[in-house]
């Protein structure tokens, strides 16, 4: 019986090595397992042996049957990784298709640049405030010490409306607003929108301006130096040079143009940078006492500094739009470029 | 301005390259905007003569010329130009020439002849298009002189922009001292001796002539002086070269020596012919009321007593400081000349340029500040030109007319402060050094330390404070000099700004639901209001106007954002873009208020547009989707949506969205009539809200809200209705029947059509049934559920759908 029972597991195992499909396997288990199958039947058996021979043989036979039982699992679930091998392969589908991009919008390319430099004040302690776009002679000019008969005013060339007001050539005027209502220490930052009559490919008639004002009891010409050099390297990059060339503003003084390397050629010098290797990229200026007079700060004790930046042109020197009037489109194709 | 190296080293020295020099103004200020190289490509040319011509053997329309160039033999040149003819002085381009054009000069042989070099034209050499012959030379240059030397090229002009608070630096003078601060060199002023030498006649001026000022607070001094007897005639070539380096034309030979003089001093002269003022004398005075002249350019110009004149005993005869009469011009008969050298109000000027749009160098010197104290030696130089040049005597004596006389400016300077302000420690002696280079007299203070009296000179009218002088000290220290600090005070801290949070929230939200941002101008077409249907009557149409619009386009301000965004869905499809969807956040213009609006539209196509997420039309509820998104990223509930009868919108697919009494924006269908005046052929939809409303609701406090512990049950639940019925009626219904346990009720389908009866649509609901206590059985749900249907079908009508 023993022997039976070896020559059934060599069978089996056999058998089991041909197996291809789960239906093959389940029959082979009937076969053998089945009701009727042989080893039950050889199970069947155990109870004419010898009340000796009996329990050798009986764990002859639980060991035979579990080693098959094992050789069954192992079996099924090979078909089974088998199958699911093959039915994955059935499913490859073409990668190179377009991907589904959920919708995403993009914010306007100035404003983004408007964004840039709002961040990097802000993390240099500049508040951010803004002021009304239609602005009186005595906001835009006068308490920025541009009297009306000023040559300075050749320079901005206003938009007037005809209730006599006129629109903000310079987002300046909100630094007297606010010296007007607060006290020192101030810093700000203004964005916004500044109106000029100008239209050709680097003027359009409304621009975006980021202004600055450090007001307190000592403010230096170098710290004005340091926030701007600061700026600039976190703006344009670490290897960013600036210089400062003086200047003239009415409501600065000592006054100062920055121009950093130029962004194209790295200050080698080229086209854009008409060869110098710089090219402009604000006004600022320690605040002109007039302009303290204007709001009663006396400037014996308070000093401080301004600077303001045409956003556009900051935008343009790293997209490089030949048109700049091209911002204000809004053409979709141009929008998506940024 | 421009400036010529040439011109300007007769009056300074210096040893900077052209960029050098460039860059040392640059840095002091003095902005050089270009730097042009005259004779650039002309260095192989030579002043040439032509010795002898013969016939070319081979060609009848080509010459062959031997011509001199100062070597030992001379060049056989062949040459086509009509005009070559035997002594002619030309340029000749010598061999390996790359002239300015392009054309590099190689030996060549022309039709079995040896030609050495080429013979110009003007045209040939880039120096005018003229190209009708060679150019002709003087007969006076020698033979073998570089062609620039010749011509006076060889210069370099720098082209300066001078900021308004300078106008001394609109002169060679001007430069020349800013040179000096630079470098410390002197400077060497032309020689003018007048007095007792030959030059000044017997004739004395005060018997032949007057100047009277009746308007001094116009004009604070006036000067003259006559030459008589002068000869008017072209300009020696070294005055005409001088000019025309600037850019300046020359006209003849007095009226060159004006203009040579204002490039000198910056003084602007101006010389009339004398006998053609009636009663031979100057009265300044203000223009009387419908008073005429007629300028140098011929244009007959109205007066008004706003403007200053220059007038003899009848009329005017030169708009002060601006042009110079007509009638009173230098001809070629004038015999005597009387010389103006004034000063002029600068704004006074400035508003006389302006209203007859005539800008001259004259004016634009006189506008900014001219140094009254140059009158004389302005006037003594060019007098004393003009007798050297075009012959002549000068009257004994000089008018000098001066009321407004002022005395020297003085300022205190302390040392202390100019390094508080700058954050530098520069010493006593670079700003006495500076200052003096610079023309300021400087005195030490008597009773403080480290403190000066600086006198001021009259050049200087830009500098009356003592923080003027620090902006001198630091230029000519060098910006790059002072030190780069960080700022030392204290950081304000600033208060909270839930607008602009508010802001940021909206606009996040709409980038992330893939809208585009657009930026418009502020300005519109007063015609945008009915090309949105509004009438006349409508409060958004009251808009201000722009005195001076670019163009119509842009000739009043917007009220609101649509025109704008409309124009936006225009322009793209116009150029086959269709799927649009933009917003744009800016303030309008409404009654002398800026309300902060955010607006946006859907039109076209939305949708990724690839397979799987096809294009398709947006619809009201796309819109409305948006807008409720925004209201949720600024906590805002408890809104109502009421329809409207605003024009732009389809009258039956809009509505206002309403919190309490107050409307903060509102969404809808754009209204055909509006799709056709911008010629859209396709729906759009729109919502436009008022941002500071939205701040006014905005909640942005949020509390934690357990989550849920037992389990939730769904029940799906359609139901046919009235067509017209509202959707938010069952919405009513199934919140207040269900109570607490309803989670969420959420629409996924409404059907309209073949399936149901007509005049009914179906409406299918999701309902998620929870409860915060205990685990719900499905007994409980279903009669609670049963209860919703039971009073969907009394109160609604409404019809299980199954
Ligand atoms: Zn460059």
């Given amino acids: 019986m023993k022997a039976e029972l070896e020559s059934i597991q060599t069978e ?21 397992f089945g009701r009727n199958g042989k080893l039950t039947d050889i199970m069947k058996g155990m109870g004419k042996l010898s009340k000796e021979e009996r329990p050798i043989v009986g764990k002859f036979a639980n ?13 099924k679930k090979e078909l089974e990784i088998r199958k699911q091998k093959q039915q994955l392969t059935g499913e490859t589908i073409d990668i190179t298709l377009p991907g589904r991009k959920p919708a995403y919008g993009k914010a306007h390319p100035v404003i983004q640049t408007l964004e840039r430099i709002e961040t990097i004040f802000t993390q240099m302690g500049f508040q951010t405030v803004t002021g009304p776009e239609v602005e009186t002679e005595h906001y835009n000019f006068d308490a920025l010490n541009t009297p009306p008969d000023h040559p300075a005013r050749d320079l901005h060339d206003t938009f007037y409306l005809t209730d006599g007001k006129l629109l903000r050539t310079h987002t300046s005027p909100v630094q007297i607003r606010i010296m007007e209502s607060q006290k020192p220490p101030l810093r700000i930052i203004v964005p916004g929108k500044a109106y000029r009559v100008d239209y050709d490919v680097s003027h359009t008639p409304m621009f975006h301006q980021v202004e600055g004002l450090l007001v307190d009891k000592h403010v230096t010409f170098s710290e004005l130096k340091g926030v701007l050099v600061s700026f600039a390297r976190q703006m344009f990059g670490d290897q960013t040079q600036m210089r400062f060339r003086p200047h003239f503003f009415p409501f600065t003084e000592p006054s100062a143009e920055a121009d950093i390397t130029c962004t194209v050629c790295q200050g080698k010098g080229c086209r854009t940078c008409g060869y110098t290797g710089w090219v402009e990229i604000l006004g600022a200026g320690a605040v002109d006492p007039e302009v303290f007079k204007a709001v009663n700060y006396d400037p014996e004790e308070i000093t401080g500094f301004a600077f303001g930046m045409g956003v556009e042109r900051i935008a343009n020197l790293q997209f490089r739009i030949p048109d700049i009037r091209t911002f204000y489109e809004n053409d979709l194709r141009f929008l998506k470029q940024f | 301005m421009n400036v010529s190296l040439k011109w300007l080293k007769t009056y300074i020295d210096f040893d900077f390259s052209p960029k050098e020099l460039a860059d040392r103004l640059t840095m002091l200020g003095i902005e050089v905007e270009s730097i042009k190289h005259l004779g650039a490509g002309l260095e192989g040319v030579v002043v040439g003569k032509v010795e002898s011509i013969s016939p070319h053997p081979n060609a009848d329309k080509l010459i062959r010329c031997q011509v001199d160039i100062g070597d030992e033999n001379n060049l056989q ?4 130009a009509p005009n070559v003819y035997q002594g002619m002085f030309a340029p000749v381009a010598t061999i390996g020439t790359e002239l300015p054009t392009g054309i590099t000069i190689k030996r060549a042989k022309l039709r079995g002849e040896e030609s050495h070099g080429m013979l110009c034209s003007e045209k040939e050499l880039a120096l005018s298009d003229d190209a009708s012959g060679l150019m002709e030379l003087s007969s006076n240059l020698s033979v073998g002189m570089p062609l620039t030397e010749a011509l006076g090229l060889n210069d370099v002009i720098l082209e300066l922009e001078i900021t308004p608070n300078r106008p001394d630096c609109l002169s060679m003078r001007g430069v020349a001292r800013e040179i000096r601060a630079e470098t410390g060199n002197t400077i060497k002023y032309p020689e003018v001796a007048l007095i007792g030498i030959d030059i000044e006649g017997d004739t004395d001026i005060r018997e032949i002539t007057s100047v009277t000022i009746a308007d001094p607070d116009l004009c604070p001094r006036y000067a003259a002086r006559v030459i008589q007897n002068v000869k008017v005639a072209e300009s020696p070539t070294w005055v005409k070269q001088r000019l025309e380096s600037v850019g300046i034309g020359a006209i003849n030979n007095i009226v060159d020596i004006t203009n040579f003089v204002l490039m000198e001093y910056g003084q602007p002269l101006h010389a009339f012919d004398y006998h053609k003022l009636a009663e031979n004398r100057i009265v300044v005075r203000r223009a009387m009321e419908n008073e005429t002249i007629t300028t140098l350019d011929e244009v007959e110009r109205k007066l008004n007593p706003n403007m200053l004149v220059i007038a003899d005993a009848e009329k005017p005869v030169a708009l002060a400081g601006v042009m110079g009469g007509y009638d009173s011009e230098i001809t070629e008969t004038t015999k005597d000349v009387l010389l103006e050298s004034a000063n002029f109000h600068p704004a006074s000027i400035r508003s006389t340029s302006k209203e007859h749009g005539l800008h001259t160098e004259a004016s634009y010197r006189f506008e900014r500040g001219v140094d009254p104290e140059v009158v004389i030696s302005a006037l003594d130089r060019a007098a004393q030109l003009i007798v050297e040049i075009a012959g002549g005597t000068i009257c004994k004596g000089v008018l000098d007319v001066y009321p407004g006389r002022k005395k020297p400016l003085k300022i205190r300077l302390r040392k202390d402060r100019v390094n508080f302000i700058l954050g530098t420690s520069i010493e006593v002696e670079e700003i006495e050094q500076t200052l003096s280079r610079l023309g300021f007299g400087i005195e030490p203070n008597q009773t403080e330390v480290d403190s000066f009296d600086i006198t001021v000179p009259s050049f200087r009218l830009d500098i009356t404070r003592e923080i003027d002088l620090i902006e001198e000290i630091a230029r000519v220290h060098g910006y790059d000099n002072i030190p780069t600090t960080l700022p030392k005070g204290d950081i304000p801290i600033p208060p909270l700004n839930k607008h602009e949070k508010v802001r940021k929230c909206i606009r996040n939200f709409l980038l992330s639901s893939g809208m585009m941002e657009a930026v418009n101008y502020s300005f519109i077409h007063p015609n945008s209001f009915e090309k949105i249907r509004l009438n006349d009557d409508h409060p958004l149409c009251e808009a201000t106007k722009l005195q001076n619009p670019l163009s119509p386009e842009m000739s009043i301000l917007r009220t609101t954002l649509i025109p704008s965004l409309l124009d936006n869905a225009q322009h793209n499809h116009n150029h086959q873009i269709n799927n649009i969807a933009l917003f744009e956040m800016s303030s309008v213009f409404i009654n002398g208020n800026e309300p902060d609006r955010v607006a946006g539209i859907l039109a076209g196509e939305i949708g990724g547009g690839v397979y799987g997420n096809p294009y398709r039309p947006p619809d009201f509820f796309d819109i409305k989707g948006i807008a409720e998104g925004i209201l949720e990223v600024c906590g805002i509930q408890g809104y109502e949506l009421k329809q409207t009868e605003e024009p732009t919108y389809h009258p039956g697919r809009n509505g206002e969205v309403v919190l309490g009494e107050t409307q903060i924006g509102i969404i809808g269908e754009v209204h055909p009539g509006v799709l056709e005046n911008y010629e859209l052929p396709f729906k759009a939809y729109l919502f436009d809200f008022d941002i500071e409303k939205i701040t006014d609701a905005a909640v942005f406090s949020k509390r934690f809200e357990p989550i849920p512990i037992y389990p939730s049950i769904q029940r799906d639940l359609a139901i046919v209705v009235d067509q017209d019925l509202k959707s938010d009626m069952p919405m009513d219904i199934i919140n207040t029947t269900g109570g607490e346990w309803v989670e969420s009720i959420r629409l ?47 109160e609604l009508g409404a019809e299980l759908r199954m």
């Fill in chain 1, 63 to 75: 060991d035979v049957r579990a080693t098959l039982t094992d050789a069954f699992e192992k079996t």
């Fill in chain 1, 12 to 32: 089996v195992l056999e058998q089991l090595k041909e197996i291809t499909s789960p239906d093959d396997l389940e029959t082979l288990r009937i076969t053998y």
């Fill in chain 2, 77 to 80: 040149i062949v040459c086509g």
């Fill in chain 2, 748 to 794: 996924f389908d409404v059907y309209e059509g073949n399936q149901v009866p007509g005049g009914k649509k179906s409406l299918a609901y999701t309902i998620t049934y929870h409860s915060a206590t205990e685990t719900l059985t499905d007994k409980a749900v279903n009669d609670r559920h049963d209860k919703i249907v039971q009073r969907l079908n009394k």
